[in-house]
């Protein structure tokens, strides 16, 4: 299932991270990565970074079409912006009540 519109923030990651994010109309915004324990953390993505904010870009390494590593020291975050996106805002989705579930996901 591929969310057109869905917003996360502080979602817990393995490894010791948090992660924000916002997609919207089928495109995702964002990603906001905080590093709680200074490891590298590879992330599969559906852009290409226009922009790096919180780190160094050169802390960003494309290791194939998609997927990225991207290295943090120990409380870092670091954020990817799509195209064209100049700030991150996370705000309530409305649902599409054509599609909510018995758990009120669509």
Sequence with gaps: MEWENVVFEKFLAP???EIS???KDGKTEFV???SHAGEPYVIKIDFTPERV???EQSAVKRLK???YSVSMNESESVTLFARG???TRIEAVDPDKSKLNSFGLN
Excluded: M
Aim: avoid cysteine; proline fraction near 0%; charge should be negative.
């Design 21 to 23: 994010a916002s997609r």
């Design 85 to 87: 996106v100049k700030e």
């Design 53 to 55: 904010e919180g780190i």
């Design 65 to 67: 079409e998609g997927v």
């Design 15 to 17: 490894g010791g991270f």
């Design 32 to 34: 906001t990565i905080q």
